[in-house]
C-alpha cells in the first residue's frame, strides 16, 4: 500500500465501525524486501510472487539494508495519519513486521510454500549463508520496527506465520530462536509493549515464548490455559479464537468464545484475538456481534 491517506483509512474502519479496543496499521508483511532487492509482485488470484528468488550465498551477499525511511515511507507515514487520529482517544495503535523466517522462505521459495524444501535445503546445506541472511533481516525489520514507534505505534507485532508450519523443534532452536531473540532484544529498548506472535508452534511454545515479547500471540491449536501455562503465566497472552468460527451460526460461535474466555479465567494479561487473520467472507454482523459480546463479557 503506497497511499498513506488510504492505508490510514482501511486501518480506522474497524475502530469505527465496531468499536475495538485498539488498531493495527493496514499494510503487509512482505514490502520490506522490495528495497533489500528483490522483485516482489502481488499477483490476482496467486497472491505474492517473487521473480528473483534468492538462491545462494552470493544472492544473500547481495542484498541491501535499506533504512525504514528508504522502503517503507509510505506506511510510516500512514502510522502518523493514525495516530494522530487514535492517540487523543486513548485508543492503541499496533505496528508489526514479519518474523525473520517468514520473509525469508518468501525470498526463497519466490512465493508461498507448502513444503518449505528450498529453504530448509539452503538453511541445512550452508549455515553461513543462513546465518548472514537472517541478520540482514533482523537488521532491516529491527530498524523499521523502531521507526514506527517514532511514527506513533504504540506497540508492536512480529508475525511468524511459518516457522511452525516448516520446522521441528531442534531445528526452531538452531535455526530460528537466536535471530528471534535477537529482534526482540532490539525493539525491547523501545519501550512499547511487544507481541510475538506464530502459527504452528504449540509442540514449542516454550521455545518461542524464550525468544522475547511481553506478549505471546497464540494460534487455536492448543487450549488457551495449556498455551498460557506453557509460556508462563506471568506473561501476557493473546489469542485464540478458531478463525473459521465466525462462519458458523451464533450459538456454535458463542460456545467457542465462551471457551477462549473460561479457560482464560478473567485473569489478567489475556488479548482476546482471533488465532490467525479473519476470512474475507466473515460477515460484517458476526464482526460487530462477537466484538460487543467479548467487551460486554470481559467487563463485569
Known amino acids: 500500500m503506497r497511499t498513506p491517506e488510504l492505508a490510514a483509512e482501511i486501518t480506522l474502519q474497524p475502530i469505527n465501525a465496531f468499536g475495538m479496543d485498539a488498531a493495527i496499521i493496514f499494510s503487509d508483511i512482505l514490502p520490506p524486501l522490495i ?41 510510516l507515514d500512514a502510522i502518523k495519519l493514525v495516530s494522530d487520529e487514535l492517540t487523543p482517544k486513548g485508543t492503541p495503535l499496533i505496528g508489526f513486521c514479519g518474523a525473520p523466517f517468514t520473509l525469508a522462505s518468501y525470498a526463497i521459495e519466490g512465493g508461498g510454500s507448502k513444503t518449505y524444501a528450498k529453504t530448509k535445503a539452503l538453511m541445512y546445506t550452508d549455515p553461513d549463508a543462513w546465518d548472514m541472511l537472517m541478520r540482514k533481516l533482523v537488521a532491516v525489520q529491527v530498524d523499521y520496527l523502531k ?12 508475525f511468524d506465520s511459518w516457522a511452525g508450519l516448516a520446522l521441528g523443534l531442534q531445528d526452531y532452536v538452531r535455526y530460528i530462536q537466536p535471530y528471534n531473540t535477537m529482534l526482540f532484544e532490539q525493539i525491547a529498548k523501545t519501550g512499547v509493549p511487544t507481541i510475538n506472535f506464530s502459527t504452528g508452534t504449540a509442540v514449542y511454545l516454550n521455545e518461542v515464548a524464550a525468544c522475547g515479547g511481553d506478549v505471546i500471540g497464540v494460534d487455536w491449536r492448543l487450549p488457551l490455559d495449556m498455551a498460557w501455562e506453557k509460556i508462563g503465566t506471568d506473561r501476557a497472552i493473546q489469542g485464540n479464537l478458531d478463525p473459521v468460527a465466525l462462519l458458523t451460526p ?51
Open 250 to 300: 451464533w450459538p456454535e460461535l458463542k460456545k467457542r468464545v465462551d471457551d477462549v474466555l473460561g479457560r482464560a479465567n478473567g485473569n489478567p494479561g489475556h488479548i482476546f484475538n482471533l488465532g490467525h487473520g479473519i476470512f474475507p467472507n466473515v460477515p460484517v454482523d458476526t464482526v460487530r456481534q462477537l466484538v460487543e459480546y467479548v467487551q460486554e463479557t470481559t467487563s463485569k
Open 35 to 75: 528495497g533489500m532487492g528483490l522483485n516482489l509482485e502481488f499477483v490476482k488470484g496467486e497472491g505474492p510472487v517473487i521473480y528473483n528468488p534468492i538462491g545462494n550465498a552470493a544472492d544473500i551477499e547481495a542484498l541491501r539494508i535499506p533504512t525504514a525511511e528508504e522502503n517503507m515511507q509510505p506506511t
Open 147 to 158: 521507526k514506527q514507534v517514532v511514527y506513533g505505534a504504540s506497540a508492536l507485532q512480529v
